[in-house]
Each structure stands twice: as structure tokens, then as C-alpha cells.
């Protein structure tokens, strides 16, 4: 069915806002974009004149899609290479969505979306359209089909899973940089006990290779083990230019709202990597280098001026 150009803006304008819920439910910004496609395939088949509410009629129709996609997605993440991360955004991505409050951007951090792989489908959509979203507990229970009681304890057991596993800072970015200069400082020391003093007591390394880039399947955990682990990483060597093909550039930036050093080679950005903050020192470092994940965010670097690296290696 063809959609007048009105229909067509409508879909238009709320694209960002839907684009937005699929990142947060997926964890990945190309597949949010295939189902807010599939979506608007949706819109185009529906007799449009007889949609009441056509936002929640799309956020509904979305939400489901984003659900059948996480039941399929946990099937294949049994047999993912490694440890699964989700796929990190840059400052100014408009799937990041709104950020105008605590709770927005805590729900698009990358601790918060990694913990979310803890959640069942259900769960993680209550959560997202709750705490990213503001949608009261009446409309989540039209999109979901549930009750409203039924809302409200799901999003009670979502947001006591993620507490578990998340202790919620927030750090100015010129805090962040220089905690960030420090540990690059300590890191190319050759040194581990610089590096020791600047990490929390249960402090954790993980990494997303995808089978593609070499990546340890088990996060390394405690602070004398990652800090080892971090000496070894940025320990110039034959090897590690081999890896990457050439000399890395480590610009310190923003990802998912939060302190990340992107590792740029040859104008594409081999490897994100995202630090958990906290007053007690570096809790957590999230790196992404699997290819297929880092698209999006080498299209964004490459359209932008991000002044000189604090760092080059190898």
C-alpha cells in the first residue's frame, strides 16, 4: 500500500526515537537498523488510516521484532567465538538517543548494556522503555501485553539484576581524561605496579574479537591480573604491529556516554576501548575490536577532526 507523504514524515520523525529503543534492546546499532527497517515495511503493509496512535503502534511493532530477534540472538551467541560485547556508539550518534538525564545515561552506558545480556528478552524491554524511555507501566503493558502489576515487577527484578552487577558513577570527561593519561602513562611503563595503584581490588578486562581479531574468551580478573595483562597489550613489539598492520593511534574520546580510547589504524578504528570509572579507581575495561562492530563507529571517526592521539604504538 502506497503512504501519502504525510504517512511518510510520520515514520520519519519517530525513526530516531525507534532506532534508539532497537539499540538499547540489541546492542547493536546495525541490526536496530534492519529492524527499524522491517518496521517501516510494517507501516507501509498497515492500513495506516485506522492506527489510532501511530507511535505507539510503531513502538509496539518494533518492540516485538527487537524480542523475536534476542530469542534467536541468545541461540547464537552460544556458539559466538569468545566473549559477545555489545557494539559501542561514539558522542553524537543519534541511536545513543535522549541523554537528558541520570537514568537515560546510565541505560546506554556500556557497562549497563553489557549487563543487560543478563536480562530475558522480556526484562530488557521493560527496562529499556522504562528507564530509557520514561513510557509508563500502562502503555509498556499495551506494547508487551502484559498487566501493569506485571510491568512493575519485571522492571523490580531487571533493576535489582543490573544493581548487582553495577555501581552507578558519573565522572566530568576532563576527570576521565586525565585518569585516562595516567593509565596509558603506567601501561607503556613496562611496569605493572603503576598500573596496580590505579585499578580497583576486583577490577575486570574483557574483549570482543568475534573469532576475527585474537580475544581471550574469559575475562581476566583482578587487579594484578589485568594490570599484566594491559602491560602486555601496550608492549610495543613485532607482534602487535603485525596484529594491526600498522601503528596505532590511541585518541582519548567519548563512547556510550562514558571514557573510551579508540585505537585508530590507517584512518579505521581497530579497537574501542571502554573504562568503568569509579572514585575508587578503574573498575572495568570493555574493548570491542571485533570488525563487524566497529563499521559504524570508523564511518563516524573518519567524518570528523580528533586533533592529535594521546598515544602511538607499534
Known amino acids: 500500500m502506497a503512504l501519502t507523504t504525510s504517512e511518510v514524515d510520520r515514520f520519519e520523525a519517530?525513526?530516531?526515537?525507534?532506532?534508539?529503543?532497537?539499540?538499547?534492546?540489541?546492542?547493536?546499532?546495525?541490526?536496530?537498523?534492519?529492524?527499524?527497517?522491517?518496521?517501516?515495511?510494517?507501516?507501509?503493509?498497515?492500513?495506516?488510516?485506522?492506527?489510532?496512535?501511530?507511535?505507539?503502534?510503531?513502538?509496539?511493532?518494533?518492540?516485538?521484532?527487537?524480542?523475536?530477534?534476542?530469542?534467536?540472538?541468545?541461540?547464537?551467541?552460544?556458539?559466538?567465538?569468545?566473549?559477545?560485547?555489545p557494539e559501542p556508539l561514539l558522542a553524537g550518534d543519534p541511536m545513543l538517543g535522549p541523554a537528558d538525564t541520570a537514568e537515560r545515561r546510565e541505560s546506554v552506558s556500556y557497562a549497563v548494556l553489557t549487563l543487560l545480556e543478563r536480562l530475558t528478552p522480556g526484562e530488557r524491554a521493560v527496562y529499556v522503555l522504562r528507564e530509557a524511555f520514561d513510557y509508563p507501566h500502562r502503555e509498556i503493558a499495551a506494547i508487551l501485553d502484559?498487566?501493569?502489576?506485571?510491568?512493575?515487577?519485571?522492571?523490580?527484578?531487571?533493576?535489582?539484576?543490573?544493581?548487582?552487577?553495577?555501581?552507578?558513577?558519573e565522572v566530568d570527561e576532563a576527570a576521565a581524561r586525565r585518569i585516562v593519561e595516567e593509565f596509558l602513562a603506567a601501561a607503556t611503563s613496562g611496569r605493572t605496579e603503576p598500573l596496580v595503584r590505579l585499578l580497583t581490588q576486583d577490577a575486570v578486562a574483557m574483549g570482543d574479537g568475534g573469532g576475527k581479531v585474537p580475544a581471550r574468551a574469559k575475562a581476566f580478573e583482578g587487579a594484578l591480573a589485568v594490570a599484566k595483562f594491559m602491560r602486555g597489550l601496550f608492549k610495543p613489539?613485532?607482534?602487535?604491529?603485525?596484529?594491526?598492520?600498522?601503528?596505532?593511534?590511541?585518541?582519548?574520546?567519548?563512547?556510550?556516554?562514558?571514557?573510551?580510547?579508540?585505537?585508530?589504524?590507517?584512518?579505521?578504528?581497530?579497537?574501542?576501548?571502554?573504562?568503568?570509572?569509579?572514585?575508587?579507581?578503574?573498575?572495568?575495561?570493555?574493548?570491542?575490536a571485533n570488525p563487524d562492530k566497529l563499521e559504524r563507529a570508523t564511518r563516524q571517526w573518519a567524518a570528523g577532526d580528533h586533533g592529535d592521539p594521546m598515544l602511538t604504538l607499534f
Not at 46 to 58: C, F, S, T
Not at 146 to 169: D, F, M, N, P, Y
Request: with cysteine.
Open 14 to 85: 519517530s525513526r530516531p526515537r525507534l532506532g534508539a529503543i532497537a539499540y538499547r534492546l540489541l546492542g547493536s546499532a546495525s541490526e536496530a537498523e534492519d529492524v527499524v527497517q522491517e518496521t517501516y515495511l510494517r507501516w507501509q503493509a498497515a492500513d495506516v488510516g485506522r492506527i489510532e496512535v501511530p507511535e505507539a503502534w510503531l513502538t509496539k511493532v518494533l518492540t516485538n521484532l527487537c524480542l523475536n530477534q534476542l530469542t534467536s540472538a541468545r541461540a547464537r551467541r552460544e556458539t559466538y567465538v569468545g566473549q559477545w560485547l
Open 146 to 169: 502484559l498487566t501493569e502489576a506485571a510491568s512493575q515487577q519485571i522492571l523490580h527484578r531487571a533493576r535489582k539484576h543490573v544493581a548487582e552487577g553495577r555501581t552507578r558513577t
Open 237 to 288: 613489539g613485532p607482534a602487535q604491529r603485525a596484529l594491526v598492520g600498522g601503528s596505532a593511534e590511541f585518541h582519548f574520546t567519548t563512547a556510550n556516554g562514558g571514557p573510551a580510547l579508540v585505537a585508530v589504524v590507517d584512518g579505521r578504528v581497530f579497537g574501542i576501548m571502554c573504562l568503568e570509572i569509579t572514585p575508587e579507581g578503574i573498575a572495568a575495561f570493555r574493548s570491542q
